[in-house]
């Protein structure tokens, strides 16, 4: 070979490595992607569907890891348990940063952080709380379903958070007493403890903590790389965003009253159609939300005899039936959500805020009154419509009237006529009685 291919040899060689030196430079600086998701509030199916979503679509996208911004008192067991599946068997790191400061991550949501392959907490933050209780009347297990269902119900809470916490070699101890005890804690305290991994300001510095810290994700060590990671927000559907939203025990009860309204006054004025789609609508969406709440039946039927006394004081207007209703709709409001129930782990009792309740009631049953006296007042005005309406009109003579016949004009209509004396077109005449479509009237005397 000469000396001009081993020259070219040479440079396709340069060519060769110097493109392969780019690609490798150009794969490095690309900066790792991290999933992003919000749990803000109540651990209910909306919210769980979400999280649940965000764990496939964080997978399927290959980004390094999914990042949980978590502040919640707790919530649904079941719905805690379909976020803990998904994120045990996640194929991806789940990484839980509880904040920012202020936020807690209360009862269900201990099982949620516990479930992470990292959690970190924000300073001014706390986590615990996670004791079942359970009764109509806001008792603990053993005082509503006596020492056996005491037993069952915090045997199986114990069990869960037990296994969550072996498999995530976190404080299994403390885990035990965050159930039995109640026991809640600061960020540092839970760092100390070893149930979190960190403690961090902002989520930013908690990826930057996390970078090059190995996890085992299915059984197979990944090492994270989150320093200066992309975070992509994944953001919850229309429907997961909506019952969300519902499972509110505030937003029950007015869909309720709202619902129960609206169909009383389809039933009383036939033919509106309007209040009957309304009411029907507000209906389903109460019974949707109440699905992810633990609604008291009885509840309900205080709220919907409520409104039945108040549309009965429309025809009654006796006042009695009013403030009736009106006392059935607060305590619908104060029974509507069952605070303290097994299938719920929480830190704050569910209730309907007072600064929701007794303005609505009050709202509600005013607008009752208001109507009872306008309906009152309009019975006591004399009927304008009908034959009734049509005695002491004063209309006009169109063709002669006499005791054989004639016509008038009253009212707007044209109607055949009688009197007892000979009347002239033009004159004016008063209606003193009606028979069938015929009037009996009488000239008016200028």
Same mark, same amino acid.
């Not at 976190?170 to 039995?180: H, P």
């Not at 939300?289 to 992810?292: D, K, N, P, R």
């Not at 069938?436 to 009488?442: K, N, Q, Y």
């Given at each position: 070979?000469?000396?001009?291919?081993?020259?070219?040899w040479?440079?396709?060689?340069?060519?060769?490595?110097?493109?392969?030196q780019?690609?490798?430079?150009?794969q490095?600086?690309a900066?790792?992607?991290?999933s992003?998701?919000?749990?803000?509030?109540?651990?209910?199916?909306?919210?769980?569907?979400?999280?649940?979503?965000?764990?496939?679509?964080?997978?399927e996208?290959?980004?390094?890891?999914?990042?949980?911004r978590?502040?919640?008192p707790?919530?649904?067991?079941?719905?805690?348990?379909?976020?803990?599946?998904?994120?045990?068997?996640?194929?991806?790191?789940?990484?839980?940063w509880?904040?920012?400061?202020?936020?807690?991550?209360g009862?269900?949501g201990?099982?949620i952080?516990?479930?992470?392959?990292?959690a970190?907490?924000?300073?001014?933050?706390?986590?615990?709380?996670?004791?079942?209780v359970?009764?109509?009347?806001?008792?603990?297990?053993?005082?509503?379903?006596?020492?056996?269902?005491?037993?069952?119900?915090?045997n199986?809470?114990?069990?869960?958070?037990?296994?969550?916490?072996k498999?995530?070699g976190?404080?299994?101890?403390?885990?035990?007493?965050?159930?039995?005890q109640?026991e809640?804690?600061?960020?540092?305290?839970?760092?100390?403890l070893?149930?979190?991994?960190h403690?961090?300001?902002?989520?930013e510095?908690?990826?930057?903590?996390?970078?090059?810290?190995?996890?085992?994700?299915?059984d197979?060590?990944?090492?994270?790389?989150?320093?200066?990671?992309?975070?992509?927000?994944l953001?919850?559907?229309?429907?997961?965003? !909506? &019952?969300?939203?519902? $499972?509110?025990? %505030?937003v029950?009860?007015i869909?309720f009253? @709202?619902?129960? /309204?609206?169909i009383? +006054?389809e039933?009383?004025?036939?033919?509106?159609?309007?209040?009957?789609i309304?009411?029907?609508v507000?209906? !389903? &969406?109460?019974?949707l $939300?109440?699905? %992810?709440l633990p609604?008291?039946?009885?509840? @309900?039927?205080l /709220?919907?005899l409520? +409104?039945a006394l108040?549309v009965?004081?429309?025809?009654?207007?006796?006042?009695m039936?009013?403030?009736?209703?009106?006392?059935?709709?607060?305590?619908?409001?104060?029974?509507?959500?069952?605070?303290?129930d097994?299938?719920w782990?929480?830190?704050?009792?569910?209730?309907?805020?007072?600064?929701?309740?007794?303005?609505?009631?009050?709202?509600?049953a005013?607008?009752?009154?208001?109507?009872?006296?306008?309906a009152?007042e309009?019975?006591?005005?004399?009927q304008?419509?009908?034959?009734?309406?049509?005695?002491?009109?004063?209309?006009?003579?169109l063709e002669?009237?006499?005791s054989?016949?004639?016509e008038?004009f009253?009212?707007?209509?044209?109607?055949a006529?009688?009197?007892?004396?000979?009347?002239l077109p033009g004159?004016?005449?008063?209606?003193?009685r009606?028979e069938?479509?015929?009037?009996?009237?009488?000239e008016v005397?200028?």
């Open positions: 070979m000469n000396r001009f291919g081993h020259s070219r040479g440079l396709l060689l340069l060519g060769l490595l110097l493109v392969g780019a690609t490798g430079h150009a490095t600086s900066p790792p992607v991290v992003q998701c919000v749990l803000d509030g109540m651990v209910d199916a909306g919210s769980s569907a979400y999280l649940v979503d965000c764990v496939r679509r964080a997978q996208a290959g980004h390094q890891a999914l990042l949980i978590l502040d919640t707790g919530g649904e067991l079941e719905s805690t348990r379909n976020i803990v599946r998904a994120f045990l068997g996640a194929r991806i790191p789940v990484l839980i509880v904040g920012p400061s202020g936020a807690r991550a009862s269900a201990v099982f952080t516990l479930a992470s392959h990292l970190g907490m924000a300073p001014g933050t706390n986590i615990g709380a996670a004791h079942p359970v009764g109509l009347t806001g008792q603990d297990p053993e005082a509503a379903g006596g020492k056996e269902m005491a037993r069952k119900i915090e199986d809470a114990v069990a869960f958070v037990e296994a969550i916490a498999q995530r976190r404080n299994v101890e403390w885990a035990v007493s965050a159930v039995r109640s809640s804690v600061p960020a540092e305290k839970a760092l100390a070893r149930v979190i991994e403690v961090a300001p902002t989520q510095a908690f990826l930057e903590w996390a970078n090059g810290r190995t996890v085992t994700v299915s197979t060590p990944v090492t994270l790389r989150t320093a200066n990671a992309q975070v992509v927000e953001t919850p559907t229309f429907s997961q965003r !909506v &019952l969300h939203v519902l $499972a509110q025990p %505030a029950v009860y869909l009253l @709202i619902a129960g /309204l609206c009383a +006054v039933l009383t004025h036939p033919g509106l159609f309007a209040p009957g309304i009411g029907v507000c209906l !389903v &969406l109460a019974l $939300a109440s699905s %992810a609604v008291r039946t009885g509840a @309900i039927v /709220l919907l409520g +409104v108040l009965a004081e429309l025809f009654v207007t006796s006042g039936l009013g403030a009736a209703g009106t006392v059935l709709l607060i305590l619908g409001g104060v029974f509507l959500v069952d605070r303290f097994a299938d782990f929480i830190d704050q009792p569910l209730h309907v805020p007072l600064r929701t309740l007794l303005p609505t009631a009050v709202f509600v005013g607008a009752a009154v208001f109507l009872a006296f306008r009152a309009t019975r006591r005005r004399p304008l419509a009908g034959d009734a309406g049509l005695v002491g009109e004063v209309g006009q003579v002669p009237v006499s054989s016949g004639g008038v009253v009212h707007g209509e044209r109607w006529a009688l009197s007892s004396s000979p009347i004159a004016r005449v008063v209606v003193r009606v069938g479509l015929t009037l009996f009237v009488d005397k200028p």
